[in-house]
């Protein structure tokens, strides 16, 4: 029995719970945990965002770059991106064994994303039910998942974002409509969709945010069958009781992005698991960094204290004597032409006598201070950058046209695939990017974890079904 009675939903033509795997990118959910989640019932989502492939031993092929530009390196990751991910899906549809459903989930943002999906779904016919797609606002997933007659799950975190994909593009298929994932921005881990209208400190309540939604829908005709995903937050079901069987809110479904990496079939290493548990409130970060541009949620582990100190190590500049820019600076740059205010010239100088001796401009004509080991990084990570992205701030990287943004790389970021990779693939989890959602530190204060118990996924999803 399962808590409310929450029912079975349909989906894909089979009866699946409405519980759903958050799929976590580079590596940090895959075959095993995916499949093992549709097993359980419900919809398991495998990561296409530079997937792992396997040699024929079944070791992990480690995604190196050979050629020498860019764009050679971008046609590379691109291989390795659909080759990797057609290997979860069959994998994870072979140990899911016909129950649930078997979705994929990828970033609209992501470096040669359409490329990516299409020829993903060419290899899967058959074995995926529907595509999770957010990070950007993906018009063209309705007509590619047509193509291929398969679901489209758009991730949006407002009504507004949904009604511009209806109108502009997903009228035209709306029979493959899947669902619509709201994601909420303030809790969800990994990259989340906050306007500039919002206050990143300033948390909404989902529930009148994903009511918009549902009336947003009901006037633009999509039918009360397709089920509103609530996605960042969610931990125990009690908590969501007055939104299950509501007719304001319509058919729900919840997603689970952050409890499943603690599982047996998890793919991240043991060091990440271990870390999840020691979390508590406000450990999780959303911030600014990511070369997306998008804000995204982290734990604040050492790598995001470091960016975040070398940001605090800024001051702006111009390259003419105006306003309060009055006194040149003569430490961590060349030449004599960045003018900055008095104030700014001692901290600078202050920094430098601590060690941080080398100025790096931004496009935002600020430049920020590090010492020689990190600049050398920084700049090592920039001329190795493999086009991950569609944009990249970090190397001012585009995947089309003439392949630069036109803006100044920016020293403030990093490369996020280089520490995504490092992370699922077992290096220092404190010197990497962990991804999290809001709710992590509740691993610290739920029983279900308690004496260092790790649940199988089968584990997990009983327990979730109880409303615990």
């Known amino acids: 029995m399962s808590f409310k009675g929450l029912k079975p939903i349909l989906y894909g033509g089979r009866e699946v719970w409405p519980l759903i795997e958050g799929g976590k990118g580079v590596s940090a959910t895959n075959h095993t945990s995916s499949g093992a989640w549709a097993a359980a019932g419900g919809i398991g989502t495998v990561s296409a965002v530079n997937a792992d492939s396997y040699d024929a031993e079944g070791k992990i092929v480690p995604q190196i770059y050979h050629a020498l530009t860019r764009k050679e390196r971008h046609e590379e990751l691109i291989r390795y991106a659909i080759d990797g991910a057609v290997e979860q899906v069959r994998r994870a549809y072979d140990i899911a064994g016909g129950k649930g459903a078997i979705n994929i989930n990828v970033l609209w943002e992501m470096g040669g994303a359409q490329q990516v999906l299409?020829?993903?779904?060419?290899?899967t016919r058959g074995l995926v039910a529907g595509v999770t797609c957010g990070a950007g606002m993906p018009y063209k997933l309705s007509e590619i998942a047509a193509r291929f007659?398969?679901?489209?799950?758009?991730?949006?975190?407002?009504?507004?974002?949904?009604?511009l994909l209806w109108k502009r593009a997903y009228h035209k298929f709306s029979q493959l409509l899947g669902a619509v994932v709201y994601e909420d921005p303030w809790l969800a881990g990994g990259h989340n969709g906050l306007s500039n209208a919002e206050d990143p400190l300033a948390p909404q309540d989902p529930y009148p945010r994903v009511k918009a939604l549902r009336e947003t829908m009901r006037a633009e005709g999509v039918p009360e069958s397709v089920p509103i995903v609530m996605a960042g937050g969610v931990w125990f079901l009690r908590e969501w009781d007055n939104w299950i069987d509501n007719d304001e809110l319509g058919s729900i479904a919840f997603q689970f992005g952050t409890r499943p990496l603690l599982t047996q079939e998890s793919p991240i290493p043991q060091g990440w698991k271990d870390a999840l548990r020691e979390l508590e409130p406000g450990d999780v970060l959303l911030h600014r960094f990511s070369p997306t541009g998008f804000y995204s949620?982290?734990?604040?582990?050492?790598?995001?204290?470091?960016?975040?100190?070398?940001?605090?190590?800024?001051?702006?500049?111009?390259?003419?004597?105006?306003?309060?820019?009055?006194?040149?600076?003569?430490?961590?740059?060349r030449g004599k032409n960045f003018w900055v205010a008095p104030k700014d010239l001692d901290r600078a100088r202050t920094w430098a006598a601590a060690g941080y001796t080398e100025g790096l401009r931004t496009p935002d004509d600020t430049i920020i201070f590090v010492d020689p080991a990190e600049r050398d990084l920084i700049r090592k990570d920039q001329a190795d950058c493999m086009g991950c992205l569609s944009h990249c701030g970090f190397s001012s990287w585009k995947d089309h046209d003439d392949y630069t943004t036109g803006r100044l790389a920016d020293p403030r970021s990093f490369c996020i695939q280089k520490?995504?990779?490092?992370?699922?693939?077992?290096?220092?989890?404190?010197?990497?990017?962990?991804?999290?959602?809001?709710?992590a530190y509740r691993f610290k204060q739920d029983p279900f974890y308690s004496n260092n118990f790790t649940p199988t996924v089968k584990q997990l999803v009983d327990r979730i079904l109880t409303g615990d």
């Open 419 to 439: 520490t995504l990779q490092d992370i699922a693939h077992g290096a220092d989890v404190q010197q990497n990017l962990m991804f999290a959602g809001h709710a």
């Open 149 to 163: 007659n398969v679901s489209y799950l758009p991730i949006i975190s407002s009504a507004r974002a949904f009604r």
């Open 118 to 123: 299409e020829g993903v779904l060419e290899r």
């Open 297 to 333: 949620s982290a734990v604040r582990n050492p790598f995001l204290r470091n960016l975040e100190a070398r940001s605090e190590r800024q001051i702006p500049y111009s390259k003419v004597q105006a306003g309060e820019h009055t006194v040149q600076l003569d430490v961590g740059v």
